[in-house]
């Protein structure tokens, strides 16, 4: 659907713990929207506790596209996903309802919302380089990543082995730093972005951790663990997920697992404020404000 011609999609992004879902909710209620999922990590079957996923109750009846879609053995591909989310939004807007694209996955919404064609990819260039990885770890290619295009390398977490590797697999494949690939925007769907951040984030996410582990998240990882979590190159390191898999194996405690997952966490949290912040289309909003809703309304127009 070329962008002269498309209605709009309304995004909620921002940061872990902001509140997205609970606006999003509230959102498709007043607006007839349907929730496209744009948070990399809920788009795994099984993975419910630990990414905060809504249970069908939480929904509240409103239909929600693209959660458990991959097993954990599935490497998350972005490109794939595009296809996906974009086929979700053209049925929603074919039905005459309101496309909501939520998430804090930033590669994901850019890649909905924005003309994108990803970098090919050659399987003996990334077979090396997986190689590689297995045998020396993230943290050496981590930093040929950072000497050779220090920009991509600040986005992508030291231990997201599987990006590191995109990345440098797209640089040796052009000749171009991996950043030089990305395009400039132009957009796809004509849209609506609301940000959703609050000053108690951190506090938030702690409190959050400490939930995921009374409901249930070493549970959830054991049944997972028979199902390829630990093979599973992008669903295996999920925060959380990580953590816990090092608790059951006894090389973390409680405690400790909680600990990691917290200091992780506001990690990300700080690498999706610096991602969304950057673009200047977003309309940020109070997440803590009682008159969130109807501050969304007024911007979705």
Request: without cysteine; hydrophobic residues 40%; negative net charge.
């Amino acid at each position: 659907m070329p962008f002269e011609t498309a209605p709009r999609v309304i995004t909620v992004v921002g940061p872990t713990a902001a509140g997205k879902s609970a606006l999003s909710i509230a959102l498709a209620h007043e607006l007839g929207g349907e929730v496209v999922n744009a948070d990399s990590m809920q788009l795994y079957r099984g993975m419910d506790v630990g990414t905060a996923k809504l249970t069908r109750a939480e929904r509240e009846g409103v239909p929600h596209h693209l959660l458990d879609i991959w097993d954990v053995t599935f490497p998350a591909a972005v490109a794939e996903y595009q296809g996906l989310a974009r086929a979700a939004i053209d049925d929603i807007l074919a039905r005459g309802r309101v496309p909501l694209l939520v998430g804090g996955s930033g590669l994901y919404v850019r890649a909905v919302l924005e003309e994108f064609e990803f970098p090919g990819t050659d399987p003996v260039i990334r077979a090396r380089l997986e190689e590689e990885l297995a045998a020396v770890g993230t943290s050496s290619l981590y930093e040929r990543l950072r000497a050779s295009d220090p920009e991509a390398a600040a986005k992508i977490l030291p231990s997201n082995g599987r990006r590191i590797v995109r990345a440098l697999e797209v640089i040796e494949l052009t000749g171009q730093p991996f950043t030089a690939s990305l395009p400039s925007p132009t957009p796809y769907y004509s849209s609506v972005q609301i940000g959703v951040d609050r000053d108690d984030v951190d506090e938030r996410i702690a409190l959050r951790v400490d939930l995921m582990w009374e409901q249930g998240l070493l549970d959830e990882v054991r049944t997972l663990i028979p199902l390829g979590l630990r093979e599973g190159r992008t669903a295996g390191r999920a925060l959380g997920y990580q953590q816990a898999l090092a608790e059951i194996d006894g090389t973390l405690s409680e405690a400790e697992a909680k600990d990691d997952t917290v200091r992780g966490t506001r990690r990300f949290v700080r690498r999706q404020r610096s991602w969304f912040r950057r673009d200047p289309s977003i309309t940020w909003l109070d997440g803590a404000a009682p008159t969130l809703v109807a501050d969304a309304l007024r911007v979705a127009g």
